[in-house]
């Protein structure tokens, strides 16, 4: 069964400063994988997708991740952080075009520092 | 165009009690999805519909829950007796199927506090 890890439940970083966020996953084939941001009182909105197309992914607010089949990973990347991003990310896998369920990893608590 | 809505936003019931929730997806999604998350875990599947069809209700915890969707629109998911340990956050979640793939639209959930 595919599974996603998120490495760190909490990251702080200050505002102005580059935000990383670590996805790995585990499938013998490389699936589709996304990522969603929860802001506090809010559901999970969509920032980016992989879907095979390009390994560099640009998403909403300025955020971009990676598809590194090497490594595994989807790691999620901004240059520069705002008091803005402060909430909660998921990375998730999905097996295909047609996805059926997803997995998720347990999610990064993001908190910005002014 | 309306998202994925959910209702109620919040449930405080007791032990023993009965709770429906209910997804209205976007207009003209076939798929359909149910997800929960207890407190400090990962968002895990509970099932999935196409249309009116259960395609896969793999992830449903047991026999307990029921989810339904009548005429393929929305969906309920009615838990029945609640226990404890149903306590957390429901995700909806809706997609349709198209050239780019499919991406699921997500729904604000509903959280359950089973006291």
């Known amino acids: 069964a595919q599974s996603v890890t998120q490495l760190g439940s909490h990251v702080s970083v200050s505002e102005g400063a580059l935000v990383l966020l670590r996805c790995n996953y585990s499938s013998s084939v490389p699936p589709y994988l996304f990522w969603y941001v929860q802001y506090p009182n809010q559901g999970l909105q969509l920032l980016l997708k992989?879907?095979?197309?390009?390994?560099l992914v640009k998403g909403i607010n300025g955020f971009e991740a990676e598809f590194k089949k090497s490594e595994t990973s989807f790691h999620l990347t901004k240059p520069s952080a705002h008091m803005s991003d402060a909430a909660e990310y998921f990375c998730?896998?999905?097996?295909?075009?047609?996805?059926?369920?997803?997995?998720f990893g347990r999610g990064t608590q993001l908190t910005v520092w002014p | 165009e309306a998202g994925v809505t959910q209702f109620p936003s919040h449930s405080v019931i007791e032990k023993g009690q009965t709770v429906t929730l209910r997804c209205d997806p976007i207009?003209?999604?076939?798929?359909l999805y149910w997800y929960r998350r207890v407190m400090g875990k990962e968002i895990k599947f509970l099932l999935h519909?196409?249309?009116?069809?259960?395609?896969?209700e793999s992830g449903m915890p047991n026999n307990r829950f029921l989810a339904e969707r009548t005429g393929g629109t929305y969906s309920t998911l009615k838990v029945q007796p609640a226990e404890l340990e149903d306590s957390g956050v429901y995700f909806c979640?809706?997609?349709?199927?198209?050239?780019?793939?499919?991406?699921?639209?997500f729904g604000p959930g509903t959280r359950l506090l089973v006291l």
């Open positions: 979640a809706s997609s349709q199927v198209t050239g780019g793939g499919e991406t699921q639209y």
């Open positions: 998730a896998a999905g097996r295909g075009s047609t996805l059926g369920r997803l997995y």
């Open positions: 207009s003209g999604h076939d798929n």
């Open positions: 992989y879907t095979s197309a390009a390994t």
């Open positions: 519909f196409v249309k009116e069809s259960k395609q896969d």
